[in-house]
């Protein structure tokens, strides 16, 4: 198995936040242009990534990942139900309860 590509992709991430970091520490942009740059990468950016990286996948290679797909169906279901189970057993309300719930619930397991 060849990891080199995952170290590249790790190294373009870390690359990526040390530049984000080193413009918001030395630049003269303010608040207002980090915010709205977030905005622009979480609306538009990231899905329109994600539209043009799954319209170049071959549908054969789709087919055969059902099995994960269940899969994260099934554990979040489980984190979910075990959830519930606790935060009722210790009569957990209100946003602590919501908070909580999505925390067991979808914690890593769509990915």
Known sequence: MNALPVVY??????????????????????ASFFRNLSRFVVRIAIPLYLFT?????????LSSGWIFIAASA????????????VFSLFR????????????????????
């Open 53 to 61: 990286r799954i319209s170049m996948t071959d549908s054969k290679e």
């Open 74 to 85: 099934v554990v979040t279901f489980i984190g979910f139900s075990l959830g519930w189970v």
């Open 9 to 30: 992709t790790v190294l373009q991430i870390f690359l990526l936040i040390a530049v984000g970091v080193l413009v918001k520490k030395y630049s003269s942009f303010g």
């Open 92 to 111: 957990v309300k209100g946003m602590n309860r919501k908070a909580g719930l999505a925390c067991t619930a979808f914690g890593n397991s769509g990915y």
